[in-house]
Nanobody
Framework: QVELVESGGGLVQAGGSVRLSCAAS????????MGWYRQPPGKQRVLVAS???????NYEDSVKGRFTISRDNAKKMVYLQMNNLEPEDTAVYYC??????????????WGQGTHVTVSS
């Protein structure tokens, strides 16, 4: 009933920029925290940035000053603006959202992931 769909990944040169988008759809009562995770090749998935429903943000140390997370509550979307990209940012990026639907407790949902490849 709930779907998260990411878009905006691709191949970019080091120093370049990419903007990821994630749209939530379905019978949604409320979206709480939203976030972006990434999984580099051969490594575990880790949190990159998160944002509360009130707009408070949190970033993983390696992306502070380069990445910006934002959201549009009316459109049920979250974005990740990634600037000054480095080859180490190469990963599959996943959108996550804590969502409440009717008659269910709040649950975390995942998108299908979008690839970002940064060439040196």
């Amino acid at each position: 009933q709930v779907e998260l769909v990411e878009s905006g990944g691709g191949l970019v040169q080091a120093g370049g920029s990419v903007r990821l988008s994630c749209a939530a759809s379905g019978n949604i009562l409320r979206i709480n925290d939203m976030g972006w995770y990434r999984q580099p090749p051969g490594k575990q998935r880790v949190l990159v940035a998160s944002i509360t429903s009130d707009g408070a943000t949190n970033y993983e140390d390696s992306v502070k000053g380069r990445f910006t997370i934002s959201r549009d509550n009316a459109k049920k979307m979250v974005y990740l603006q990634m600037n000054n990209l480095e080859p180490e940012d190469t990963a599959v990026y996943y959108c996550n959202a804590e969502i409440t639907i009717p008659y269910r407790r709040t649950t975390g949902y995942w998108g299908q992931g979008t690839h970002v490849t940064v060439s040196s």
